[in-house]
Every structure is written in structure tokens, then in C-alpha cells.
């Protein structure tokens, strides 16, 4: 079955300073990857995704994704960090084996960034 | 453009009240749909998703139905409202072939007293 792994429940990061959001990903076949945020007491808001070409994918809000596919990763990343960045964020593979467009999620990591 | 409109955005009910939660989608057709749950502010769990106008597949067993009336409506209900349904409950659309994800809505906080 595809699935996705986000090792870390939480990240913390001071402001100006590089993230790292890890992603893992387990599928047969190429696999459709996708990052998404949640601020509190919202719904989920799509930042990027990889379905092919250029291993670095960028995405919104300075945000972009490296896809390795010899690590099995897809980690999110941005250069320097804002405090507007603390949020949930959920990695997500698209499951090609069944009928629908089932996405299936990570369990998310929780992002703060201190000021 | 496409939206998707999910309302209410808070509920507090009572021990065996009933349910029902809406979504709508506009400036697609014939979308999937789908009802997720989130709970404790962490994993989202598949409920139920829809590939058309009264296909209804669940993906757990438990207290929840939904339906889809209409080719954009997509509803969560229940008869009788358990405490263990309280959550944040979050309506998604897609359209094939799905290269672009899902969209949701804002979500539902549903609080069961």
C-alpha cells in the first residue's frame, strides 16, 4: 500500500533560520507527493506537489521540495523562516491503486518558528 | 473559479441530537468528494468519499452517514450523536485525474456535550 512517513512530530526553528519539514514515502510505481499547511481551526491549503520532472519543486509562499527518489523522500524546505510559518503541515502520496483519488496523509508535523 | 463552501464552521450538540453537516462545491462538475475527520488537531482519517450522485463508499465503520443528493452536495449526518464524534471534520473535492490533489473547505468544528 503507498504511504507516507513524517518522523518528526514537531519542528522548531528561529526566525530567519533554514526548515526542514521530513517526508518519506513508501509507493509502487512513480509516486504523486504533496505538501499541505493547516493554521489553526482551518481547512488543509495545498503548498506544492511533485507528479514529475525537476526533482526541486516550488511551491507557495516560499516554500519548495526536494523529491529523492534513491532516499525515498520528498522534504519540505525554505530558505528562512517566518514566524507566520508556525503551522501543521501534512505530506501526502497519492494511492494509484485504488478507484478514486484516494490521498493518503502523514500524520503531520507541527512547525514553530520562534521570533 | 472553483470553491468549496463547508458550513457550519462551529457546532455544539448534545449526547443524541442529530447531525448534519454540509459542503458544496462550485465551478467544477462531477467531482469527487470526500468527508474527513481530524481529530485532536493531528491525522486526518477518511470517512467517506464520493465518485458521483448516490455513490457513497465508507472507508470505517462508525456512527456517521453521508450522502450526496446533488452532483456538488456532499453531506455528513448522524441520527444519534455520540461523544467519540467530536472533532474537526474537513470536506475535500477533487477532479480526475487528481494530479493537482485535493482542495478543502474551511472545516467543521463539531463539539458533542
Known amino acids: 500500500a503507498q504511504s507516507v512517513a513524517q518522523p518528526e512530530d514537531q519542528v522548531n526553528v528561529a526566525e530567519g533560520n533554514p526548515l526542514t519539514v521530513k517526508c518519506t514515502y513508501s509507493v509502487s510505481g512513480n509516486p504523486y507527493l504533496f505538501w499541505y499547511v493547516q493554521y489553526p481551526n482551518r481547512g488543509l491549503q495545498f503548498l506544492l506537489k511533485?507528479?514529475?520532472?525537476?526533482?526541486l519543486v516550488k511551491g507557495s509562499y516560499g516554500f519548495e521540495a526536494e523529491f529523492n527518489k534513491s532516499q525515498t523522500s520528498f522534504h519540505l524546505k525554505k530558505p528562512s523562516a517566518l514566524v507566520s510559518d508556525s503551522a501543521l503541515y501534512f505530506c501526502a502520496v497519492r494511492d494509484l491503486n485504488t478507484g478514486f483519488q484516494k490521498l493518503v496523509f502523514g500524520t503531520g508535523t507541527r512547525l514553530l518558528v520562534s521570533p | 473559479s472553483q470553491t468549496i463552501h463547508q458550513w457550519p464552521a462551529t457546532l455544539v450538540q448534545p449526547v443524541g441530537s442529530p447531525l448534519s453537516l454540509e459542503c458544496t462545491v462550485e465551478g467544477t462538475s462531477n467531482p469527487n468528494l470526500y468527508w474527513y475527520r481530524q481529530a485532536a488537531g493531528r491525522g486526518l482519517q477518511l470517512l467517506f468519499y464520493?465518485?458521483?450522485?448516490?455513490?457513497i463508499s465508507s472507508e470505517v465503520p462508525q456512527n456517521l452517514s453521508a450522502s450526496r443528493p446533488q452532483d456538488r452536495q456532499f453531506i455528513l449526518s448522524s441520527k444519534k450523536l455520540l461523544l467519540s464524534d467530536s472533532g474537526f471534520y474537513l470536506c475535500?473535492?477533487?477532479?480526475?485525474?487528481?494530479?493537482?490533489?485535493?482542495?478543502f473547505g474551511s472545516g467543521t468544528r463539531l463539539t458533542v456535550v
Open positions: 475535500a473535492w477533487s477532479t480526475p485525474p487528481a494530479n493537482y490533489g485535493y482542495t
Open positions: 511533485y507528479i514529475t520532472g525537476d526533482n
Open positions: 464520493s465518485v458521483g450522485i448516490g455513490q
